[in-house]
């Protein structure tokens, strides 16, 4: 029981790294390989595809062990931690990628129809902010352990964490995404000056991704959800918080945020990285060229401002920093995802996954609005909002449909947004076609739409057929150029007040 205490002790990540009692570390790893062991001895008892076996519990520590076949591994694995390991949290899981068979020499060339056990450990560290999780690879006949290091394709390890237990100022430092991804080494490594005297490494692992939890009415609940890890090797997994030495600045986007922009409206923000140690810290963005390249009025790219840059002001320097711009005018509505790389020395040292919300003739209600409320802003009546949009079972109000924070953009810029954290995607108008032989303004009269109304939401459609579109007006109130433009084949956003049938079929 001592003994099980102190591997747990040793191995938990504590606020303030002082571990440096070799005899110490030496027993805790002892321990942890005297458990792999027991558990890999029963495993044998496990058939190919019977539910995992747990074979130890400890007050702190499960051990639970399954077979995979070697086919079943090439095509990639979940392995997901039971609930009971890690109480009112999320679930801890390892994803094993497509091919990573082929990444473990010791498996080259073995026979079709073998198989590997995979034992996992979660250490339930109690008030901890995480615990730690262990996944390593034995041979299912000789129960002899594989050594899985310097993969081609990482492993994804995904960690919750509660900071429920710390004070408001160690909780903002989770928010501000200043987590790192911590593997055990049970000896004092190198390279990052934060873990010194440390059994723990950021070697070989990056960020990949923060998420929060949410609450029934969709908001953000921010001392609580997971980290994904992304390592090219298996061993014991945990977090630490505090500022890395290379590490995105804070102009830069947050995991999760997402940017609203009608269409035809930029999309602009910085990507800021710093870095203590060198000024080889590089910032890049990357998406779907075939998704937004078809979505574009103006293609995505990622232009350099400033590189390597010294900002500390002093000699020798002690904060480098490097800044890019991200921007992009979309044109068809959709969800759209980018991720924002930070690289010190050409290796990718964390990853921020954001989004793009486009609308289009569409309005995202957030959280207390009311289909009155929409109405007003865009012109039109309540009953014509709750006949175009059957997603919306009570006009009074809307269960919001996702959350996070959010960044309102307009031709000014991109602003942090209160409101539309959370909300449901709702139609305004209707999306037509002009055809053959019909007018915007023929339009304009079938749908009880206006011009302004056609202005503002189809300004850029508009311009770019037409650069005086603010000529385009009713014929008989003063001369149209209207007839020297086609927008046949052109979508246009008609708004509304009529909510009959012809209008909304």
């Known amino acids: 029981g001592a003994a099980l205490a102190a591997r747990d002790r040793l191995g938990a990540p504590p606020f303030s790294q002082s571990l440096s009692d070799a005899e110490a570390l030496q027993l805790g790893r002892a321990l942890e390989t005297t458990l792999e062991s027991l558990a890999t001895a029963v495993a044998p008892d496990v058939a190919l595809g019977e539910p995992d076996l747990e074979v130890l519990q400890a007050p702190q520590v499960t051990w639970v062990a399954g077979k995979r076949a070697l086919s079943a591994l ?19 899981s390892f994803t094993l990628p497509p091919g990573f068979a082929a990444g473990v020499p010791a498996l080259a060339g073995a026979p079709g129809g073998s198989s590997v056990t995979l034992v996992t450990a979660s250490h339930n560290l109690g008030t901890d902010v995480a615990g ?34 710390l004070q408001a100022a160690d909780q903002a430092a989770f928010a501000d995404g200043a987590v790192r991804c911590l593997h055990w080494v049970g000896v004092v490594p190198s390279g990052d000056p934060t873990l010194l005297n440390s059994p723990w490494s950021t070697e070989g692992c990056r960020l990949k991704s923060v998420s929060t939890g949410i609450d029934d009415t969709g908001t953000p609940v921010s001392n609580r959800g997971s980290v994904v890890c992304s390592c090219d090797h298996l061993t014991t997994f945990s977090l630490a918080f505090g500022l890395p ?51 574009s009025f103006d293609p995505p790219a990622v232009v350099p401002s400033t590189v390597g840059v010294c900002t500390s002001g002093t000699v020798p320097c002690t904060l480098w920093e490097s800044e890019s711009r991200f921007t992009w005018t979309p044109s068809a509505p959709g969800d759209y995802s980018l991720t924002l790389s930070l690289l010190s020395g050409g290796s990718v040292v964390e990853e921020r996954s954001v ?53 309102e953009c307009t031709q000014m810029g991109c602003a ?41 939401h189809n300004m850029r459609r508009l311009r770019m057929l037409s650069a005086q579109v603010y000529d385009i007006v009713p014929p008989g109130e003063r001369r ?26």
Request: glycine residues 6%; hydrophobic residues 45%; proline residues 6%.
């Open 74 to 92: 090439d095509a990639g694995v979940v392995f997901e931690l039971t609930e009971a390991m890690s109480p009112d949290r999320e679930v801890p």
């Open 132 to 165: 730690s999780y262990t996944l390593s690879l034995w041979d299912s006949s000789s129960n002899t352990p594989l050594e899985v290091a310097s993969l081609p394709s990482n492993v994804d390890i995904s960690i919750p964490f509660d900071t429920t237990s």
């Open 355 to 407: 989004s793009v919300r486009v609308l289009f003739c569409e309005h995202f209600m957030t959280a207390g609005q009311t289909l009155r409320d929409v109405a007003s802003l865009f012109q039109t009546t309540w009953q014509a909002l709750f006949a175009i949009n059957p997603q919306i079972p009570n006009p009074r109000a809307v269960a919001p449909a996702d959350a996070g924070r959010a960044w």
């Open 480 to 505: 149209s150029v209207e007839h020297n433009v086609s927008y046949v084949g052109q979508e246009l956003c008609m708004i509304s007040s009529m909510a009959d049938q012809c209008y909304l079929a």
């Open 416 to 456: 942090l947004s209160s409101a539309a954290t959370a909300g449901v995607r709702m139609r305004v108008g209707k999306i037509v076609v002009v055809g053959e032989n019909e007018t915007v303004a023929d339009l304009v009269q079938a749908t009880g739409s206006s011009m302004t109304q056609l202005v503002r």
């Open 245 to 295: 030495p290379v590490r995105f600045g804070p102009t830069t986007p947050a995991f999760g945020d997402v940017f609203q922009a009608e269409s035809g409206t930029p999309v602009s923000f910085p990507i800021l990285g710093q870095s203590e140690t060198s000024g080889a810290v590089t910032v890049s963005a990357s998406w779907d060229a075939a998704a937004l390249s078809a979505a």
